[in-house]
């Protein structure tokens, strides 16, 4: 079964951390880039960053310099390091991938989420 899962949300004061992981399983991630995208309450879906294959990172202007965004190719999994946390960082947070499973590609592959709440 193909699927992307998200870990590593919860709770946390402003000011605080929290590493995120998207792991792909049933298939591997394309050489595209994998991309983290969040969702607040009555908000649109938006882009926090995306890595590609060769390590080349893109960011939000929102999360400059708090967020790091990575990717182990072998694990099939990639990670978002959240640090210095706002309240407004609050959303569920999503993965994103083209997969490969076997002969097929899957487009922009959605995980099912992980809640990211940071209290101030």
């Known amino acids: 079964q193909v699927q992307l899962v998200e870990s590593g949300g919860g709770l946390v004061q402003a000011g605080g951390s929290l590493r995120l992981s998207c792991t792909a399983s049933?298939?591997?991630?394309?050489?595209?880039?994998v991309g983290w995208y969040r969702q607040a309450p009555g908000k649109q879906r938006e882009l926090v960053a995306t890595?590609?294959?060769?390590?080349?990172?893109i960011y939000a202007n929102s999360v400059k310099g708090r967020f790091t965004i990575s990717r182990d190719n072998a694990k099939n999994t990639v990670y978002l390091q959240m640090n210095s946390l706002k309240p407004e960082d609050t959303a569920v947070y999503y993965c994103n991938a083209n997969l490969r499973n076997g002969a097929v590609i899957l487009i922009r592959y959605w995980g099912q989420g992980t809640q990211v709440t940071v209290s101030s």
């Open positions: 890595v590609n294959s060769g390590g080349v990172t």
């Open positions: 049933g298939s591997t991630f394309t050489s595209d880039a």
